[in-house]
Every structure is written in C-alpha cells, then in structure tokens.
C-alpha cells in the first residue's frame, strides 16, 4: 500500500514547538471585558441555549473563527490563557466555557448519560462502570468519538499534582511510521473492530460493535483524519470475540510507542481557566499520572466539550463508529442543568458520602496502569448489552 507523507503544519513535534509562542493565545483585557459582558447577557441560561446569539462576542467572535481555521488547516492545537477564573464561580467559568465553545461548532452529547458538557474528574471509587475519563492514573494516546470534531479541556481545578495534558500530531506519527515500520502502518489504514462501553451501548441506536474494520488513518485533500479509541478497540476484544492478530498488537503498540517518546509529544500543564482545543481529527490526546485529593470536590477537574462544526469537510463514512445520530439520541437523557459543575459535584458529594456510611467505596481505577499493551487485552466473560 502507498502512503502519502504529511507535509502541512500539522506535521509537528513536540520537541520542536514551544506551544506558549506558536499554539497559545493569552485573553487581552479587552477580550475579558466582551466576555464578561457576553455572561451578563447570557444570565443563568442551561447549556443547549448557550449560542453565539445568547453569548454575543462582537470583536472577539472573528477572533475564534480565525482559531477554528488554525484548527482545521495550522497546528490543529490552541490554548487560550488569561481568563480570571478566580472572579468567576465554577457555573460561571462553565457558561464562559460553552459560550466560547459555542463560536467554533455545537456542543454534542458525550455518553448514554447525554451530558453536553463533560466532567473529566476520576469517580471510579465512586460511580460503577465509568469510562477512562472518569478515572485515574495517566492514559493512552486516543482520539474522542468519531462524531466530534474539535474536542476541548477548560481547567476548573488542578490536581493535586501531575495531570498535564498530552498531545501529539497524528501527522508526525504517520510520517515516522512511513518512514521506519510501512508494514505497520498498513496495518493502521485498515483498522480495526470498534465496540460500545456497556452503558453506551445499552442506549444506542446501532449494534454495539462495528460491522467492519474502522480505519485509524484516512487521507482526503492532504488532510490526516485518524480514529483510535483505545477503550473501543479493547471492548472488542473483552466482549465482542475480536481476536488481535500478531500485526494488529504491533501496530497498535508501535503507535502507542513513537507517541509517548520524547521526540513526538508536548506536555501542557494547564493553569486553572486554561482552556485547549484539540483538532479531535488529527491530535491524539492523553494525560500524565497525577495525585488527586480524597474529597470529591478538591479533585482535578476539567470540564470538557464535545463539538461539532458543520462546515468542516465530512468525515469519510466508513471511518465512522461513533456517529451523530446516537449523540442526538443520549441528549434526550439530559435533565436541565444536570451537567453544570455545581449540581454535579453536589450529586457525587452525596454518593461519596453514603458509599463511606455503608462502606462501599470502591478501589479506584487506572486502565492505563493495567494494559500495557495490546496484548494484554483479553476476553471476559461479562457480555456488553445490545
């Protein structure tokens, strides 16, 4: 199979860029005062009404519009910085958040549970079944659900330590595979079985498992679009009788390798109000080991935003796992205002609490901790529901 080399922007190293100069942009107070104005105006709205009407941004709307080209055509990573988040309460910081989210694309559901706006908190001592960003330790190099198109952090509260946010360049990865394991890289462009987390699937419109391979690298018009999702990929072969050849643990593997070396990826280490968004096409993302509190409420937090932008080129069909049409479905779970900070803290204080009383707490989990590699990955015996 031929390959073509990546030769755009978004073909960077992490040890070649200083993201402070070349991928962040730092509020001015001008832009803090529009903001501010924006939240006034916006008043205690919930989330699905937050739109660049309710959240008007005058002079700094052609601002996001030009960051949302940088995402699709430059680096395919922004940061901004600079917001106050110490005159701001977490709802506040949230509405903030949305409404800057809300000049780039729309917000998606992000589970069964229909959230628009996601808690990336670990709870898995807390909440049974979680996904991986609802638990702790450090994590695989991955791409969010192939429904979204720009995937974003804002830093609500640091952890204790550790927890930087880490990235790296689909591009570069391809190009170093290109270069050094081609057979690999066959391997990747024809993909891999996908499988629903139980809860997904138990609320979904479609099988729990993709019918076909789904590609991790596809090329259209000298643009990268890759699809892995670790969880899914495992999934598979946990519940769905997937069993990875020799070729597909080494590619998967190898990916994983280039991507945690030194050379390749960038380390953020987010400041509280910092806000990143990621190319969810051509940046794969993960995060470092940290420390966290005990209590619910000291623990890292990062909100984060699932978005769809409509007039990006499609992505190729069957490319496609996680699609827009069950995105819609599980935002029909939504409650009002389930996902605003405070009222979802105030719920898993309240389970924390009663797991203490009836000495039910759970040991908590680190999936990346406890795969090391594909091959790792075994059946069990718990069948995921369809």
């Not at 550790?162 to 990235?167: P, Q, T, V």
């Not at 609490?353 to 040991?363: F, G, I, S, Y």
């Amino acid at each position: 199979m031929e390959h073509a080399r990546i030769t755009t922007r978004a073909a960077w190293k992490g040890s070649e860029v200083d993201y402070r100069s070349e991928m962040m942009h730092r509020f001015s107070a001008g832009e803090v005062a529009e903001i501010d104005a924006a939240l006034r105006h916006c008043g205690e709205r919930d989330i699905p009404e937050i739109t660049p009407e309710t959240f008007p941004l005058p002079g700094m709307g052609a601002t996001m519009r030009r960051l949302r080209d940088e995402l699709l055509d430059g680096t395919g990573v922004v940061l901004l910085r600079g917001f106050p988040r110490e005159r701001y309460t977490a709802d506040e910081m949230a509405r903030v958040y949305v409404g800057l989210g809300a000049h780039l694309g729309e917000p998606i559901a992000q589970s069964w549970q229909g959230q628009l706006l996601g808690s990336v908190i670990d709870i898995s001592d807390v909440v049974e079944k979680v996904r991986g960003y609802n638990a702790g330790g450090g994590q695989h190099f991955h791409i969010d659900g192939s429904a979204c198109d720009i995937v974003s952090l804002m830093c609500l509260r640091a952890a204790k330590s550790g927890g930087a946010s880490r990235i790296v360049s689909v591009a570069a990865v391809h190009n170093q595979l290109l270069d050094t394991r081609p057979d690999l890289l066959d391997v990747l462009y024809r993909g891999y079985y996908h499988r629903n987390h139980e809860m997904d699937a138990k609320y979904s419109l479609f099988p729990p498992q993709s019918a076909e391979k789904i590609p991790v690298f596809t090329q259209t018009d000298g643009r990268i679009t890759c699809v892995i999702d670790t969880g899914c990929l495992r999934y598979a072969v946990h519940y769905g009788g997937v069993k990875l050849t020799d070729e597909e643990i080494a590619a998967y593997d190898e990916l994983q390798r280039i991507s945690r070396s030194e050379e390749f990826f960038l380390d953020m280490n987010f400041e509280e109000g910092d806000i990143q968004f990621l190319n969810n096409r051509s940046i794969m993302h993960g995060r470092t080991n940290f420390e966290d509190h005990d209590e619910v409420a000291r623990r890292r937090h990062l909100l984060r935003l699932w978005l769809r932008v409509p007039d990006w080129p499609d992505r190729l069909q069957h490319q496609i796992f996680m699609n827009e049409a069950d995105c819609r479905h599980w935002a029909g779970r939504r409650t009002p205002f389930m996902d605003m900070p405070s009222q979802y803290l105030a719920s898993l204080m309240r389970q924390q609490e009663e797991r203490k009383r009836a000495d039910t707490v759970m040991p908590k989990q680190a999936p990346s901790q406890r795969y090391r590699s594909a091959a790792d990955w075994k059946p069990e015996t718990e069948l995921v529901t369809s």
